[in-house]
Structure formats: C-alpha cells, structure tokens
C-alpha cells in the first residue's frame, strides 16, 4: 500500500467491490465478492458510519452515495416496532429470526452517528431521523451489555435532553453489571471478555461526559485500564482471540485476532483522550491502529497492496487472507479517526 498519510493515497477498490445497489456485502472469497452469503444490518451500520466519516474528508458524489445505500439497507432492515432484521440473503429476503439486540445497537450508533455529522444532506439527516424515533422505544428495553453501550455511544451524538436521560439510565445499568462481576483483579461488566470489548468502558466514558456522574467516570476509566492490561504486549495491541475467548481464572485465547477489536479499542482510546486530556490514551489509540500496519504478534500488515482491502484475522498461522466487510469497515474507521486526531495535534 502508498504512504497513508492522505486518504486519497489509500485505495478504495475494495470498498466499493464489496458494495453493491443493495449495500455491503458480508464475506469475500479473498478479495472477491461472496455474494452467496448475503449481507449482515451490522455491517451496513457499521459502513455507513465510514462512509460519513468519509465523506467528511472526500466530499466526493461516490462517497455521498455509499451513504445513500447504507442508510437505505438499515431503512429496509427496520422493522415496524422498531428494531432491526440482521442477516439478508442475497435475493434482499431476511429469513424469519427473531432481532438481535447487538444490531440493533449498531444500527441506532450509525443513524445517530449520520444524523448529527454537520456535512451530511438535508435529506439522509431527515431519513435517519426518522428511522431513530421509530428505534427509541426500544432502548430501554434491552438487556445485552453491548448493545446498551453501542446505544449510548450513539445517543451522546445527539446531545438531546430526551435522550440524555436514556443515557444516564442505561450507563447506571452497566454500572450495575460492573458491580456484580468486579472482584479482586477482575474489573469487568461479565465473567469474561469476549468479542467486542472495548465499547463497555468506552461507553461508560461517554456516558460521563453527559452526566457528569463519577461513578460512570470511574467504572470506565477502570474497566479500561483492566481491558489494557489483557490486550496489550510489548509495546504492541494484541486482542483477545475469537477461538476461546477469556474466561475468568483462565488465559486468554491467543488467536484469532479480529480487525474490529483494534478499531473499536481504539475508539475507546480515543474517548478517554478527549474526556480526560491525557495523551497517553492518544498513543494507546495509535499503537490499537498501528495493528493493521504489522506493530502486531506476527509482524504482519492487514492491508491487500492489491484491493485495499483487509485481511479477516491474524491467525496461528498467520493470516487469514479473506476480506470481509466488517473487516475493511473497521480499518477505514479508524484510519480516518486517527488520522483526525493526529492532523489536530499538528496544527497545535
């Protein structure tokens, strides 16, 4: 890959092969499209979250139309009470399943995220707006850890008075979890640390910063140091493995190590950063990100030089060579996050 310091250097190829008319497509067979396996809500979500992001940078009619599609997948995606259908085929049919509460946080993050971005049209802030009233009824019905924390994270967009309070009542619930598993060494919200991480403590984070409560402050601040201490080695980010994960009293699983941890956990760097001003967190963030470029446990760069494209996982083997949508959503999330920051640390 060219030099990243610019996103017009980095290619983009991958991201649009793997979008279609009908959005992100879920798996590649390497760097090709796997249409037989459909597209996920998740992935649509977390696309739409890049491509604004994106857009924000590249005010491009390319990019602007990667918001259009995005922001259409979750419209059909949505159900009438609100929440959202996952998983469609690849004939746009989503086979009878019963809504996951993990998607329907990722779905609310992305809208809240799009509506309140100031770049964006009129008329895609006017569409999400009305697929998040539809989604609010639901917030305080939800019970997975996850998609609580994805919810805050997405409503501290929207800095509204209704909203603060569903924020302030669902981070006092992850206090809650928090109390029940902390013990001893383990400050944690559960028994062990699976997928997905970092938004716990990154949204207690946020949460703090609308509530100005100390206990949200300190269980995120808290639980984030716990979560470094398991994920970082010698100088380097090294996430929990999917294959057997970290139960309490245990060792961790050694691999395989997903891209969406390295952006997600430099998310919540990034949040205790601008809470709190410490520039530690900042470099935390950039080791996170350095991940994909080979500061990893195999010396080993994320990044197809072919497609612009992103390597599903680091292996024991190695690398596992396909390039998933959740997988090259991720990378551009935080390359052009990080890159945000370290363009305002130069004009300083």
Not at 21 to 30: A, E, N, P, R, W
Not at 98 to 104: G, I, T, Y
Not at 170 to 183: G, I, W
Not at 253 to 269: G, I, K, R, S, Y
Request: glycine share 6%.
């Amino acid at each position: 890959m060219t030099k990243d310091n610019n996103p017009k250097t980095l290619k983009t190829d991958h991201i649009f092969r793997m979008t279609d008319d009908t959005g992100m497509l879920q798996h590649s067979l390497y760097g090709i499209p796997n249409r037989s396996m459909g597209y996920t809500s998740d992935d649509n979500a977390r696309a739409l979250i890049m491509a604004v992001k994106f857009y924000g940078q590249r005010r491009e009619k390319p990019i602007e139309r990667l918001i259009t599609k995005y922001l259409s997948f979750l419209c059909y995606a949505q159900n009438p009470d609100g929440t959202f259908n996952n998983f469609m085929a690849y004939n746009r049919e989503f086979p009878k399943e019963e809504s996951s509460e993990d998607c329907f946080g990722r779905c609310l993050w992305a809208l809240c995220y799009a509506y309140s971005d100031p770049m964006i049209s009129q008329n895609v802030k006017k569409a999400a707006r009305v697929l998040i009233e539809k989604a609010l009824p639901n917030c305080m019905k939800l019970i997975s850890p996850r998609a609580i924390a994805y919810v805050i994270i997405g409503l501290k967009c929207l800095n509204q008075e209704k909203t603060n309070t569903y924020i302030a009542t669902l981070a006092d619930t992850l206090t809650d979890h928090y109390a029940h598993y902390k013990d001893g060494e383990w400050h944690w919200f559960e028994d062990s640390l699976t997928y997905c991480n970092a938004t716990l403590p990154w949204a207690m984070i946020a949460a703090y910063c609308v509530t100005k409560v100390e206990q949200h402050r300190q269980v995120g601040f808290e639980s984030l140091k716990f979560l470094e201490s398991k994920t970082f080695r010698n100088g380097y980010f090294k996430p929990i493995g999917c294959k057997g994960w970290l139960y309490k009293g245990n060792d961790p699983a050694e691999f395989d190590e997903q891209p969406v941890e390295a952006c997600e956990t430099m998310l919540a760097f990034l949040e205790a950063y601008g809470s709190s001003g410490n520039k530690d967190y900042l470099e935390r963030a950039k080791t996170c990100y350095s991940w994909y470029r080979g500061k990893n446990s195999k010396g080993l760069s994320l990044i197809d030089n072919e497609t612009g494209g992103c390597y599903d996982a680091i292996t024991a083997e190695g690398l596992n060579l396909n390039q998933g949508a959740e997988s090259i959503v991720s990378f551009w999330i935080a390359y052009l996050e990080i890159k945000k920051y370290e363009n305002k640390e130069k004009q300083k």
